[in-house]
C-alpha cells in the first residue's frame, strides 16, 4: 500500500514532460485567438464586397454608393449674366467653374 502512495508522488512530482504540456496550452490559446481574429475580419470583407456587388449591380443608384467609397472629381458649368458664377457637378465632391459674360 504505501508503494502505491509512493508511485503516486512520484507521478504528481515528476516534471519531465511540463514543457510539452505548456506548448501545447500556449499553441491552443495561439489558434483560439487566430480564429477570433479570423472571424472579425471576414465579417468586415464580406460587408464590403456586398457594398461593392450592390453598387455593381445597381449603377443608378450612385448617392448609396459614394457614401461607402469617397471620391473626387470636378466639373465646370456656365455662368449666366454677367455675375461670373458658375456650377458644376462632379463624381464625389466636385468643383463647378463657369465664366460670365458682360
Known sequence: MIGVFRAIRSFLTEQKGANGVEYALL????????????GGLGISLNTFFSNTSNCV???GNITNCLTSFDGSGSGT???????????GKGNGKGNGKGNGKK
Request: hydrophobic share 40%; net charge positive; aromatic share 4%.
Open 77 to 87: 458649368g456656365n455662368g449666366g449674366n454677367g455675375n461670373n458664377n458658375g456650377s
Open 27 to 38: 499553441a491552443g490559446l495561439i489558434a483560439i485567438a487566430f480564429v477570433v481574429g479570423a
Open 57 to 59: 449591380r445597381t449603377p
